[in-house]
Nanobody, 126 residues
């Protein structure tokens, strides 16, 4: 079992930056794919960024060039650095993990992830 806890959300103006963190505990050695998703009110959960078992990073087109996903293996922490934030980035952000290998296509398949955090809210005002 893996337990995920996100932090770092908040309210910022457009153009600002935030860093989200996701602390993992439990059977973290089983995690092969880790990712960030987001969900805005009335919308489906959307994949944002992912690191797979080969440390290959993938991003959705909507955040490419503005967001950076990274992880610290020693601390079992996943990060999402968000720059040049836009009002349309407003959403609840979730980290997710799974023990099965995969690639960028998993950004479109949130149901494939077994472990989820509780989410952290990001609000970007214009």
């Amino acid at each position: 079992q893996v337990h995920l806890v996100e932090s770092g959300g908040g309210s910022v103006q457009a153009g600002g930056s935030l860093r989200l963190s996701c602390a993992a505990s439990g059977n973290t050695d089983s995690m092969t794919v880790v990712a960030w998703f987001r969900q805005a009110p009335g919308k489906e959960r959307e994949g944002v960024a992912l690191i797979n078992e080969d440390d290959i990073k993938s991003y959705s087109d909507s955040v490419k060039g503005r967001f950076t996903i990274s992880k610290d293996g020693a601390d079992n922490t996943l990060y999402l650095d968000m720059n040049a934030l836009k009002p349309e980035d407003t959403a609840m952000y979730f980290c997710a993990a799974d023990s099965r290998p995969g690639g960028a296509y998993l950004l479109y398949l949130p149901d494939q992830f077994n472990y989820w955090g509780q989410g952290t809210q990001v609000t970007v005002s214009s």
